[in-house]
């Protein structure tokens, strides 16, 4: 048992915190992972993550649509040309990346469909952007940029401030990257995520907050636990060369017996712990069997609800209008043919 007068919070350096960013532990353990490809991201693409201005927009020629020119509205003024803006003046920024749009559409012809991330997070939130039988499969330029604009979680990684908050130290060089990683189905009854404390593995928590009924058969919890364990001691104990209180993310296959390798975070009160506290794990034994927490009943507490996961991020008010008598596959198309006129708008 740890000490209680131990922080159940490990310090953490920005070095530490750089262990967990894709581009470090992928190489590591791609056998073991999705396969992805890392690239990356221009200077100039925080400024348009980051311009909210004018709403969700996309880049110029990212979805097959000719790009005018690279010169700025100031440059363009006084060749008989009209600024490009709003009727208070208010001109709005243009921004193309034509080669990033050719890499992602490489990337889209050697997997077929991808799912992007940014360094640490994933735009999970604004999968509802896509057709929802296909959450987040991007097949174009245009996808990407859509999911990446519309997300609340992916500003943690835009700046050095946020991604080391709470560090020990002052924060190191840190440069934005973008992560394509092949999309396929996943079924969320059989992803993991497993905390280590002190290099030994303490619990397993279901991720998806579903009622799974094999989940809660004694045997098949156990051979969870057992497999799990094994996996761990056998392909990542032995190669993870970050700090020694990790959380990682698994999806088990379909016969429970190994397991693809999803995520590495830190053990931080940034990761969420999903069906435990990190009071409870840090009252864990170190060196008992690991706990495996599940859904146990449809009247769980943390049993979905209703509500669509990520809610607060669904709708923005100019979209109320495209809604009406839509369902969500016709709704997302619609909203993203709208993003897509009012890209050809602006160029007229």
């Known amino acids: 048992m740890s000490s209680p007068e131990s922080s159940p919070f490990p310090p953490l350096t920005p070095s530490d915190i750089l262990c967990f960013q894709f581009s470090s532990w ?16 221009p200077p100039d693409f925080v400024d348009y993550l980051r311009d909210d201005a004018h709403g ?16 700025s509205d100031d440059e363009g003024e006084g060749e008989g040309e009209d600024s490009d803006g709003s009727d208070d003046g208010e001109v709005r920024r243009r921004f193309a990346f034509p080669e990033l749009d050719a890499q992602i559409r490489e990337c889209i012809q050697t997997y077929g469909a991808v799912f992007p991330k940014l360094n640490f997070s994933s735009p999970k939130d604004a999968s509802w952007m896509l057709p929802q039988s296909s959450p987040c499969k991007c097949t174009s330029p245009a996808d990407v940029y859509m999911l990446l604009k519309s997300s609340d979680f992916i500003t943690h990684d835009l700046t050095a401030e946020s991604v080391f908050t709470g560090c020990s130290s002052e924060p ?24 280590v404390r002190q290099n030994a593995l303490i619990g397993l928590s279901q991720r998806d907050t579903n009622y799974y009924d094999f989940l809660n058969d004694a045997p098949t919890k156990a051979g969870i636990v057992s497999r799990v364990r094994d996996f761990w001691e056998t392909n990542i104990k032995i190669k993870w060369q970050g700090p020694q209180d990790y959380t990682f993310d698994l999806l088990l296959t379909r016969d429970l017996s190994r397991g ?59 979209a109320l209008s495209l809604s009406n008598g839509r369902d969500i596959e016709e709704f997302a198309e619609a909203w993203k043919e709208g993003i897509v006129q009012s890209v050809v708008e602006e160029e007229i």
Request: aromatic content about 10%.
């Open 260 to 318: 693809h390798i999803l995520d590495f975070n830190p053990y931080a009160p940034r990761t969420d712990p999903l069906l435990f506290s990190y009071d409870e794990l840090h009252a864990l034994s170190t060196s008992a069997a690991p706990e495996l927490r599940v859904i146990d009943s449809r009247a769980h507490p943390a049993a979905i609800s209703s509500a669509p996961a990520n809610q607060h991020n669904m709708i923005p008010f100019e």
């Open 26 to 41: 992928y190489p590591v353990f791609s056998s073991l992972s999705i396969k992805s490809t890392v690239r990356p991201l």
């Open 56 to 71: 969700v927009f996309l880049p110029e020629g990212s979805d097959d649509l000719p790009a005018e020119s690279t010169l």
């Open 172 to 195: 190191e060089p840190y440069a934005l990257e973008l992560v394509l990683r092949k999309w396929y189905p996943v079924d969320r009854s059989r992803e993991l995520r497993c905390f």
